[in-house]
Nanobody, 125 residues
């Protein structure tokens, strides 16, 4: 059974940075694509970014391009999300997800099989 645990959330001022981390259990982490999503209060979950199994390709949602960076360390079973120039509207719960059926990232929730419990990010104005 795969378990994902996010950490690194917190309170930051607008324009600041946070680095989220996601620790995964399971021996097959290094063969699966990973994604980050977020959900703001009262809104649907939104795709933030994805990374292929070997970090050869990455993609980002339009609203975060140029400010967020996804990375992974397969030796440590971790994936990270570096977030810079944060905006108040980016407040929400951030989730990492594992796509166990593919080495390629997806941009839709249903393409991911395992989810973490989420970590709260609050950006103050």
């Amino acid at each position: 059974q795969v378990q994902l645990v996010e950490s690194g959330g917190g309170l930051v001022q607008a324009g600041g940075s946070l680095r989220l981390s996601c620790a995964a259990s399971g021996r097959t982490f290094g063969r699966h694509a990973m994604g980050w999503f977020r959900q703001a209060p009262g809104k649907e979950r939104e795709f933030v970014g994805g990374i292929t199994w070997n970090a050869g390709m990455r993609t980002y949602g339009d609203s975060v391009k140029g400010r967020f960076t996804i990375s992974r360390d397969n030796a440590k079973n971790t994936v990270a999300l570096q977030m810079n120039s944060l905006k108040p509207e980016e407040t929400g719960i951030y989730y990492c997800a594992e796509r166990s059926q593919s080495t390629m990232y997806g941009v839709r929730e249903y393409e991911y099989d395992y989810w973490g419990q989420g970590t709260q990010v609050t950006v103050s104005s």
